[in-house]
C-alpha cells in the first residue's frame, strides 16, 4: 500500500524497557520526522532526517534514539521507556524541506509507559 | 525565534455555523503558512497553505489568507458540517534554511447536529 505507515498502533509497555516504532514510507520522500503529540504542547518534534544516514535532534531528542539506513524506514526507539514518554508518537514525510513542500504523517502509534 | 499562536479550544459550533479560528505567527521574513486538521483517531493532514502575503488558501470550503501587515493566518469556513469535528493546527516553515514546521497547539472543534 503507497502511503506512509506506522507500527503498532497501540503499545503498552513497562518502564525501563526498550521499544522501537515502526515508521515506512513508499514515496521515497528525503524528509521524515518524529513527533510526539500530548495534551497542552501540540505537536513536538523529536527527530528528523533529510536522507539516509542523515539524522537532526529536534525539541525534545532526549531519551530518543533514531536510525536512516534506508530511506523508506525511521524507526525511533526508547532505550529505556520512562512513564513521561507515554504519548501518541507520529512519523511524517516530506519531499523536501522547502516551504512549498506538504507533510504527510501515519496513523500514530499511541504508547502507554506503565 | 519562530513561533504560531492558536485560539485556545474546544469550538462547539452548531451545524451551519460560521467558523473561525484565529492563528498568528511571529517569523522574520516571509514563511509559508499551513493549516492542518486531524480527525478523531486519525494523523495530520494538509487542509490549506499559502505561501506568500495576500495569498488565499482554500480547501473544503475553509479558507485562510495570509496577512503580513498583522502575521496572521486566520482558519473560516461559512456553515460548518459536523463532518468538520477535528483538531485544527496552525504551522509555519520559516524563511530561509531551516527545514522545521513550527507547530501551534492546535484547536479543538466539535460541531453538533
Known amino acids: 500500500d503507497a502511503g506512509i505507515t506506522q507500527s503498532p498502533r497501540y503499545k503498552i509497555t513497562e518502564t525501563g524497557r526498550q521499544v522501537t516504532l515502526m515508521c515506512h514510507q513508499t514515496w521515497s520522500h528525503s524528509y521524515m520526522f518524529w513527533y510526539r503529540q500530548d495534551l497542552g504542547h501540540g505537536l513536538r518534534l523529536i527527530y528528523y532526517?533529510?536522507?539516509?544516514?542523515?539524522?537532526d535532534k529536534g525539541e525534545v531528542p532526549d531519551g530518543y534514539v533514531v536510525s536512516r539506513s534506508k530511506t523508506e524506514n525511521f524507526p525511533l526507539t526508547l532505550e529505556s521507556a520512562t512513564r513521561s514518554q507515554t504519548s501518541v508518537y507520529f512519523c511524517a514525510s516530506s519531499e523536501s524541506g522547502g516551504g512549498n513542500t506538504e507533510a504527510f504523517f501515519g496513523q500514530g502509534t499511541r504508547l502507554t509507559v506503565v | 525565534g519562530n513561533s504560531v499562536t492558536q485560539m485556545e479550544g474546544p469550538v462547539t459550533l452548531s451545524e451551519e455555523a460560521f467558523l473561525t479560528i484565529n492563528c498568528t505567527y511571529t517569523a522574520t521574513g516571509y514563511p509559508s503558512l499551513f493549516w492542518y486538521v486531524q480527525y478523531p483517531g486519525e494523523g495530520l493532514q494538509l487542509l490549506l497553505k499559502?505561501?506568500?502575503a495576500d495569498d488565499k488558501g482554500s480547501n473544503k470550503g475553509f479558507e485562510a489568507t495570509y496577512r503580513k501587515e498583522t502575521t496572521s493566518f486566520h482558519l473560516e469556513k461559512g456553515s460548518v458540517q459536523v463532518s468538520d469535528s477535528a483538531v485544527y493546527f496552525c504551522a509555519l516553515y520559516p524563511a530561509g534554511n531551516n527545514r522545521k514546521l513550527i507547530w501551534g497547539l492546535g484547536t479543538s472543534l466539535a460541531v453538533n447536529p
Open positions: 499559502a505561501t506568500k
Open positions: 532526517s533529510a536522507a539516509a544516514d542523515i539524522t
